[in-house]
DNA sequence: GTCTATAGATTGATAGAC
DNA sequence: GTCTATCAATCTATAGAC
């Protein structure tokens, strides 16, 4: 029990202070302070700091990635059986409700879906290249269905379209405090079921556009 | 001439190193070095790191934010005249189309909106809060606009989806080379005027959805 | 204005005792 | 598995000569 707690707790606490703070801004030794537990035991149970991110992507993404894939492999099954195109809203919905229901799934996703969020930008090429690998196969199945869902466009628009839809779906995974001014009155703390219409109304308009 | 040049240089360069490379990975020696001059001036001609990039920003934003401020006040005045209200289409072609335009107009600038495309999630509190103090002026008044375009919608409704428009603008501000995988056959590198069309297209269906 | 030299602090990683 | 102690590298910032 106290060999996989210190682990576990490794993980959780870096995970938050790497979504809060920022992964170059956040050393070993506030992690390991914050844990309570010995600096030298990053290096014993994952090798170096590059390896425990990973550890923290691949912990939420490889479950989140599996059941996304699943929703999108259903998608295009239902629809092949009926004799008809996989919908725009179909995809989105495959794509985003995991997404944010995973959001209040467990204690750090919140934060987990922060750093993923700014992984998309990540300025450290390792970094962001163990999350392009993990998600790849995500987008590249997500871009496929809607290419079949919009046919009437070109590859290339329905690649930017999807970029478009990350970019916004990227701003509801952040925590709310890290998003820019807002104009008194705004309710910035949604339930996963409202921010999830207001994607899908947003995204299948945009993707449904001529 | 001297005098300005080194300033100068260490701007072009510090620009460039940063948003390739990210704020907190780019040492000062670095950004010294490659623009050939001594360590030391960054503190002579800044003062700090801090000031360095605020100037960055100050130098390229404040020319940008007066010519959005201004389409979008031309916006508001023109639909005042008319006796209507403004359109979603006009409040969003006058935030995008400088935006995008910029991006050829000088050397930097591409490698300039690539940084301010990771300001949004810088997780450096202060560098951010640099940023969305510029900012903020202009996504204020792009509120207050595209609320008079869609009076239908509750303000927390227009604040969510011009959040999703921002994210996906600056899914088209970032060097290509920093997306996630792309699909065989995709044009990556796109005209200004082209990639304004697309995400026009995609924003107004957007922001117009019920 | 530009330079050298260095202070002063922090970092990731590791060797070796327990 | 956990700990102390420390190495070696890096960083920003600055003092002071020119």
Same mark, same amino acid.
């Given at each position: 029990?106290? @060999? #996989?707690?210190? $682990?576990?707790?490794?993980?959780?606490?870096?995970? *938050?202070?790497?979504?809060?703070?920022?992964?170059? !801004?956040?050393?070993?030794? *506030?992690?390991?302070? @914050?844990?309570?537990?010995?600096?030298?035991?990053?290096?014993?149970?994952?090798?170096? $700091?590059?390896?425990?991110?990973?550890?923290?992507?691949?912990?939420?993404?490889?479950?989140?990635?599996?059941? %996304?894939?699943?929703?999108?492999?259903?998608?295009?099954?239902?629809?092949?059986?009926?004799?008809? $195109? +996989?919908?725009?809203?179909?995809?989105?919905?495959?794509?985003?409700?995991?997404?944010?229901?995973?959001?209040? #799934?467990?204690?750090?996703?919140?934060?987990?879906?922060?750093?993923?969020?700014?992984?998309?930008?990540?300025?450290?090429?390792?970094? %962001?290249?163990?999350?392009?690998?993990?998600?790849?196969?995500?987008?590249?199945?997500?871009?496929?269905?809607? !290419?079949?869902?919009? +046919?009437?466009?070109?590859?290339?628009?329905?690649?930017? %379209?999807?970029?478009?839809?990350?970019?916004?779906?990227?701003? !509801?995974?952040?925590? +709310?405090? $890290?998003?820019?001014?807002?104009?008194?009155?705004?309710?910035?703390?949604?339930?996963?079921? %409202?921010?999830?219409?207001?994607?899908?109304?947003?995204?299948?308009?945009?993707?449904?556009? +001529?």
């Amino acid at each position: 029990m106290d @060999k #996989s707690d210190t $682990k576990q707790r490794l993980l959780d606490v870096a995970e *938050k202070l790497f979504a809060s703070n920022g992964y170059h !801004c956040t050393s070993l030794r *506030k992690v390991t302070a @914050k844990a309570g537990v010995n600096l030298a035991a990053v290096s014993y149970h994952f090798g170096s $700091k590059e390896a425990l991110v990973e550890a923290i992507f691949e912990r939420r993404l490889r479950p989140l990635n599996e059941e %996304r894939m699943g929703r999108l492999e259903t998608v295009r099954a239902a629809a092949g059986a009926a004799g008809r $195109k +996989p919908t725009a809203e179909e995809a989105l919905r495959a794509f985003i409700e995991p997404t944010l229901r995973f959001r209040d #799934s467990a204690p750090g996703a919140r934060y987990f879906l922060h750093l993923i969020g700014r992984a998309l930008t990540e300025p450290d090429d390792a970094v %962001r290249s163990i999350f392009f690998r993990m998600i790849g196969p995500v987008f590249a199945l997500m871009f496929e269905v809607l !290419c079949e869902a919009r +046919p009437n466009l070109s590859r290339n628009q329905v690649f930017w %379209r999807l970029n478009f839809a990350i970019g916004a779906i990227s701003r !509801c995974t952040f925590l +709310p405090e $890290k998003l820019p001014v807002v104009p008194a009155g705004i309710e910035i703390e949604l339930s996963a079921d %409202r921010q999830i219409d207001m994607l899908v109304d947003f995204l299948v308009a945009g993707m449904e556009a +001529p």
